[in-house]
């Protein structure tokens, strides 16, 4: 049962909310809620926390206590002694490198985990709002697939019906219905494209999704607010949760380098005791009771002198662990610089790529419109058609994918420029305003 405190508020939203989504919002929502990955990332980021407590109690006074009951017999003697024995220790670390730099380093991983769970929370709209465009290009994708097959299926049954009247060769039949097969052959693996995207989409959920919010055939993109490339760039290096999380890593690995180092150097410690022994004997007759208390104080210098070399093996591992950390910044650096470019760039030739789809969607229904009418006048053959009715089918396609990659690369822009939350979400799921009527998912 995936319930979360981050989340919590979700949680108590949907409790009386239906079982299906309605648009991307609320799908969004039901992932924060099930999602496992999140779900993984809440926990490790719990873990570094609790490691920051356990780093933080070896500066702390340690408290132990003991205490202990024996008898002995002295066969020789007859006797018999009894003796009952407790004591309190208090020890409190004056000086130690050591475990000072192990707890500034603990602070770093575990601010390092917050933000890897701030890129977790980015990384959850991503991956969900992909999902959902999937289901949305797969759903424009078999309604073309439909259209074809039934207008290919028309081509097909006009050729014959020609041909028995010698009006049409036998090649046209042949062709029309390589196409129409072809056409069946495309609807039913558009269809099969739908399912596994519904499955995709329910696997981050954890629940079946149904109704869904698409875009209008009007759709204009345009560019966000934000400045150019450049600004946007700046932007990602300041702000991006994965980078920061890089950054506090590294600091991390450098008080690595000082707790290993440290291994070298004397140590300080307090130490405060306190003792009660009470001791019976008892010979035939009589008895004698025996009482020692006392307490004692002291301050212990340990110097490490030899370690069989484990000590200077350690210091080793962690600057290597350190050298790691800072090649992985750098990495994750560039990489962050040149997926921002690349998103404003892709967001930038999307605008364009739209429009031009969307002119290439009209010419083609133009096209296939004009050679129907050419078909029934004699001035075109059914290859033709079957030319422009696939180039129409291909054009939708496009069109579609165009729309839909614009929100994406908007979504991975503003991922990597660490601007990405519940109100891109928000904004993005206005632009829905077409309800789907969708055939819903099967059940395996």
């Known amino acids: 049962m995936l319930r979360r405190p981050l989340v919590l508020s979700l949680a108590l939203a949907l409790a009386s909310a239906p079982v299906f989504a309605e648009d991307l919002m609320q799908t969004y929502e039901l992932a924060r809620v099930n999602d496992p990955q999140l779900s993984i990332a809440e926990s490790r980021r719990l873990n570094s926390q609790e490691d920051v407590v356990v780093a933080r109690a070896g500066l702390l006074p340690q408290i132990d206590g003991t205490a202990r009951l024996g008898r002995s017999h002295d066969a020789g003697t007859t006797g018999t002694s009894r003796s009952r024995n407790y004591s309190a220790t208090l020890s409190q670390s004056v000086f130690d490198l050591g475990t000072i730099s192990n707890l500034r380093a603990q602070r770093d991983f575990a601010a390092a985990a917050d933000y890897d769970l701030e890129a977790a929370g980015d990384e959850l709209i991503s991956r969900t709002a992909n999902a959902y465009f999937d ?33 049409a060769p036998i090649t046209d039949v042949h062709e029309a219905r390589a196409q129409y097969d072809g056409a069946r052959a495309n609807t039913i693996l558009a269809r099969n494209a739908l399912q596994d995207a519904y499955q995709a989409l329910a696997e981050i959920t954890g629940t079946p ?3 869904l919010r698409a875009l209008p055939e009007d759709f204009r993109p345009e560019l966000p607010a934000g400045g150019d490339a450049e600004a946007w760039v700046q932007r990602a290096l300041d702000s991006n949760p994965s980078l920061q999380a890089s950054q506090y890593a590294v600091q991390g690995a450098e ?48 110097v490490p002198i ?25 990495q994750n650096r560039r990489a962050i610089e040149r997926n921002t470019r690349y998103a404003y760039q892709a967001l930038v030739a999307g605008i364009s790529e739209v429009e031009a789809r969307r002119l290439a969607l009209v010419s083609a229904q133009s096209a296939y419109d004009a050679s129907q009418v050419g078909l029934e006048v004699g001035t075109r053959t059914v290859i033709d058609v079957l030319i422009n009715q696939q180039n129409l089918f291909s054009a939708r396609q496009a069109y579609a994918s165009a729309r839909y990659n614009y929100l994406r690369n908007r979504l ?25 009527t969708a055939p819903a998912p099967q059940q395996q």
């Open 135 to 167: 289901v949305l290009v797969a759903l424009e994708t078999l309604t073309a697939a439909e259209a074809a097959e039934a207008a290919f299926q028309k081509q097909f049954d006009y050729a014959d019906r020609r041909l028995e009247v010698g009006l």
């Open 209 to 211: 999704i149904n109704a």
């Open 255 to 302: 008080h690595g380098v000082t707790t290993a180092r440290a291994g070298h150097l004397p140590s300080l410690g307090l130490g405060v005791t306190y003792n009660n022994n009470t001791g019976w004997y008892s010979p035939s007759p009589g008895s004698v009771a025996v009482t020692d208390e006392g307490h004692s104080i002291g301050l212990t210098l340990t």
């Open 306 to 330: 030899f370690s069989g070399g484990a000590t200077q093996a350690r210091v080793r591992q962690a600057i290597n662990s350190r050298d790691i950390a800072q090649d992985q910044l750098e």
């Open 412 to 436: 991975l822009l503003e991922q990597a420029a660490g601007t990405l939350d519940a109100t891109t979400v928000q904004d993005i799921n206005r632009l829905l305003t077409i309800d789907t």
